[in-house]
Every structure is written in C-alpha cells, then in structure tokens.
C-alpha cells in the first residue's frame, strides 16, 4: 500500500512537543498571573478574616464595676496602654512591664480592678508596634435586678401624627385626585396644619373641615428635619375636606418584660417598637403598660415564625406603669403596680458582657398563667456589636420546643440568666430557622 504522504525536503518540520514547549511558555506567564492574583486575593481574605476575628475578641467599650476584679481574656498579639487611669484603673498580668505606664500584653488573661467612677481609655497596638483602637473603660457601681419574663402590653402614642402613605380621593366633581402624593413620605409625622397643633386624627379632620381651603400649610418632621409643605385639599364626595393620606396616631401589641431595677425602672423587648406599616421607630410621645394574658400560641416554623396569641387589659384601673423612651436597644419606663415592682429575693446580679460564655444558660417567659424558665444554648458572641445582635442563641429545651416550635412574637425581651447573672434578653428569631435567635446584653439595657 503505498503512503500518499509526500515529505517536501526544504521544508523544515516541528516536532509536536517543540510546539508544545512554546505554547506553555506563553501560558505560564498568564498562569503566574492568574496564582498571583489569586494569591493576593487569598491572602486579602485571610487578613480581613483575621482582622474581623481580633475585632470581635476586642471590645470597644468594657464596663467595670467599681472596686471589683474583674478578669478579662482577649487572647490577641497586642498591648495595651492606659496611662491616664494609672490612680484609678489597676491592670495586672504575669508579663506587666511598667505598673506606672500601665503596659500589658493582651495574649493572655488580665485581671482589671477600677476604683473610681467614670470612663478612661486605653490605646491598642497591634504587636505592641502599629495603633488599632481606643478601648473605653467605663467604671459602674455594682447593680442588682429582678429578671421578669412577664407579658404585658405595651401602648405607645407617637409624637406627630405618623404618615403611613397617600391615596386618591374621590371629588364631589366626579374626578379623582390624590394631592399628597410625592409631598409627603411614610414616616412623616404631622404637628400642625396652618396654626393650629395637632395630637390626633380626629383633630386633623376637624381643623381641615374648619379651615376650608385650597390649600393648606402642614408642618411635619422627616428624618428628625422640621419641614414645611403645602397641599391642596380636594372636596371629597361625602362632603368633607381631606388630602389623602393614611395616618396613624398609636401603636400598641404584647411583648415581655426582661427586669426592674432597684428604683422600678424597667426595660422590655431588647429592640426598638416600629410602625407594622413603614418599619420606622415610634417617636413617642407618652406610653403605658398594661397586664396582658396570653390566651394560646401560633406554634414557630421555618419560614413562618410563630406568635404569642392574647389579649391586654387597658385602661388607668390596670396601668401597671409609663413608658418613658422607645429606641432601637429597648423601651424603658416606670414600674408603679405593686405586683410588678422590684423584689429584693428576686433579684439577681448584673452580669456584663465579658463575663458571657458560651454553653448553658435559661429564659424566663410567660407562655401561659406562669412565668417559666426553659433551657437554651448560647452557640456564638460577638462583644463588639454595635446593635441588639450580640449573641446567638439556641432554644435546647425539649418542653419549649414541643409548645413554641422555638422562639416566637412576643418573647422579645424575655431576660437571659447565666451562672446565676442576668447577662441579657431575647431579641430577634430567625425566620426560617425558630429555634435559633439573636440576644442582646444586659449592658446596653441598663
């Protein structure tokens, strides 16, 4: 058979793996490239993940209580100086350098002992060398309270009459108009229409029926701004004035109460009451609180959480007491009703939040007639957090989870107990995982 494959003398032919060679040549560099690259990127990673980790081990803030040791445990390559507490703040480790500068090396445990009231402040570097942060000192008398766990209800007026949207109206000339639109906002609260103050949706009726105008001056505030607007009032179909807009003059629903201190101060929910409508903070103007009996509970599950079902008693014969401010960490108030107010063999330490561990600890709730205490795991601590999510928790409890599914609506602000302290409170579940939520400690509640 005879081979149909001519070889031409003068041409000069490459062996395959030559080809080869010069084809991988060209490829390393951009392989190199490319490793460097993602090197560099694995190495950014690694640092921003070890940066987070010291960030979390380090606090900002630390509170004391005075003449008390307290033992703290960063575990980090760092030293910290304190020089202008050296007569109040004594700071004591095994490798103490200089009691007078106050130097100490954050690897290993320190004991803390402040003996004056108020706040100081000491630098951080990083390997004793590079600046990190300022860690603030702040010095608190030792305090007592009595963990609660009860339901109540809780009555909030705004302060302003709260926008909730706007809609048309239907004019007594057969058109439709909707005259608030794009001038007011959810969340604007209303003060006052022309001159005349307003305190409730009844009042902003009667002055838009007394002044019968085109247009109307409304004075409101909008993310903590006073502003100014002006709308034109539309004569609606039933005969009345109106410039539509959904308005709402009150919040009220059922939470836990977590403690009351020692002069019945309370605080309760461990998060901020927001309007169900546009999620922004109530700005209150007063509030009250109320007995609530919890009649049943919508049971928890994953993408639906569950809620405590019951009713509240209102009305100044059961006012248990006021409600003095609604923020983002908790409302907080005035216990007057006996049965609710401080009992000394109740009351338990104040436990901060260096002292949290995670492991053990118990919740007190109302699920029924009784406060109940159940079992529940504290699974991750961030100390550093700048809001109400500073601990992830675990329901453990098997009778909890058999009536709750986990944690539902209106076990915000059931206290958190640890080694015999209150550390904190309930805040948040997590929506597709009830028996699992977040917590807050006892700190930012006092």
Known sequence: MKNDFRQDKDRKFVPAAAMTAVMTKAQRRKARLLLSGLLALNLLLIGMWYWKAMDEKVPNHVYLFQNQDMQLDFSVPMVGECQEAKDVIAIQSSTQNDSDSQSFSMD????????????YQAEVKLFGLFHYKYIEFDVIEEAKVMPSGKAVGLYLQSDGIMVLGTSEIQGKDGF?????????????????????????????????????????????????????????TVLAKDGEYKIGVWLREDTEGIGTLSF??????????????????????????????????????????AGNPGELIGSVKLGASNL??????????????????????????EALPVGLKQEVEEGKAWIYCQLGETVEKFEISIEEINRNSKDNKGL?????????????????QGMSGAPIIQNGKVIGAVTHVFVNDPTGGYGTFMENML
């Open 108 to 119: 290993q445990p320190l004991t803390v002992t402040a003996s004056e009231l108020g706040s």
């Open 176 to 232: 439709s108009y909707e005259p608030a639109k794009d001038i007011l906002q959810p969340g604007d609260r209303i003060y006052q229409i022309e001159d005349q103050k307003v305190e409730s949706i009844d009042e902003v009726v009667q002055v838009l029926q007394q002044v019968k105008k085109k247009k109307v001056k409304l004075q409101l505030v909008r993310e903590e701004q006073t502003i100014k607007v002006k709308l034109e």
């Open 260 to 301: 009351v201190t020692e002069n019945n101060q309370f605080a309760a929910l461990g998060h901020g009451i927001t309007d169900v409508d546009t999620g922004k903070l109530v700005a209150l103007e007063q509030g009250s609180v109320y007995p609530a009996k919890i009649q049943g509970i919508k049971k928890g599950e």
């Open 320 to 345: 248990l007491g006021t409600i003095q401010s609604n923020t983002a960490l908790g409302i907080t108030g005035t216990v007057t009703e006996d049965g609710y107010q401080y009992q000394e063999d």
């Open 392 to 408: 992830v928790i675990r329901v453990t409890d098997e009778d909890l989870l058999k009536r709750t599914g986990g944690i539902v």
